[in-house]
């Protein structure tokens, strides 16, 4: 039925309201940019998801999920095996939600809310199934919004510099070297990032190198790798900025992310669609 649902939740049709998938393990591909009709909340149990829209790229932990409205235009990638679920939500109901893509604190109501819903087969619901699914409406339009993102600035001399950082964050070049190496005075850069991200240029490459770090040690790449791979000095001075931003050490943090299975999960491997 994963498939049956995969092509309906690709389609324009009103019905049912929301389609909702879940995959116990799964990896999804790069399917290149696309959008779909449909509103789509992704979200994960465990392990990390990136996913871009062109101007903006998250990296979704575990307890999180990215919300795309109807047509953005997106795509999408894990990194390595993830327990993962995705709900799609019929564009007449998108009304009063986030009218721009985002990343939301996932509360364990609204991630249930989708599991249960995953078992629902065909297009008509009861009576039953249209309140739990207006409960995760509710839960979705109440979510807190996260501001763990990566702005991609649009001078086109800033977004060389972004994509150089993004292809390697571990990249020690100094900011004046960066401004000499696109054509772009030092202070020119600094100021632009600014404007352009809402960041620092030191902040947004503190962010790039933490996003690919998450991604990194989702694939499970030993911390000390990550560490000196990214640029770091040690490895002490990455778990502290880890720990800074995210609240835990990136042990603490992965361990956290491992929860058994629900019962009836399936194995899948499929595209972010």
């Not at 790069?30 to 789509?40: I, K, V, Y």
């Not at 990032?193 to 947004?204: A, L, N, R």
Request: proline letters at 8%; one cysteine or more.
């Amino acid at each position: 039925m994963s498939g049956d649902k995969f092509a309906l939740a690709a389609g324009d049709s009103r019905e049912p309201i929301i389609i909702a998938i879940y995959q116990a393990r799964a990896e999804y591909g790069e399917p290149g940019m696309h959008s779909h009709p449909r509103g789509q909340l992704s979200g994960l149990r465990r392990g990390v998801i990136t996913v871009g829209t062109g101007t903006r790229t998250w990296v979704v932990p575990a307890d999180h999920a990215v919300w795309l409205p109807p047509h953005q235009p997106h795509h999408g990638y894990t990194h390595g095996e993830v327990e993962g679920w995705s709900c799609y939500i019929a564009e007449s109901a998108c009304g009063t939600l986030p009218d721009r893509p985002c990343i939301i604190k996932v509360s364990g109501l609204l991630r249930e809310a989708v599991i249960r819903a995953s078992g629902w087969q065909g297009r008509e619901m009861d009576a039953a199934q249209w309140r739990l699914a207006m409960v995760l409406l509710d839960e979705l339009r109440a979510a807190p919004v996260e501001p763990f993102n990566l702005p991609m600035p649009a001078d086109p001399r800033l977004a060389r510099i972004a994509r150089a950082l993004l292809d390697d964050p571990g990249d020690r070049r100094s900011m004046d070297a960066w401004a000499a190496w696109a054509g772009v005075s030092e202070r020119t850069l600094s100021r632009r990032f600014v404007v352009e991200t809402g960041y620092s240029y030191t902040v947004w490459r503190q962010r790039a190198r933490l996003m690919r770090a998450l991604e990194m040690l989702a694939e499970g790449t030993p911390v000390t790798t990550v560490a000196l791979d990214l640029g770091y000095d040690s490895v002490s001075a990455f778990i502290a900025v880890f720990k800074r931003i995210l609240g835990v050490t990136p042990s603490a943090y992965f361990s956290s992310n491992a929860r058994p299975d629900p019962p009836g999960a399936a194995f899948g491997r499929r595209p972010l669609s």
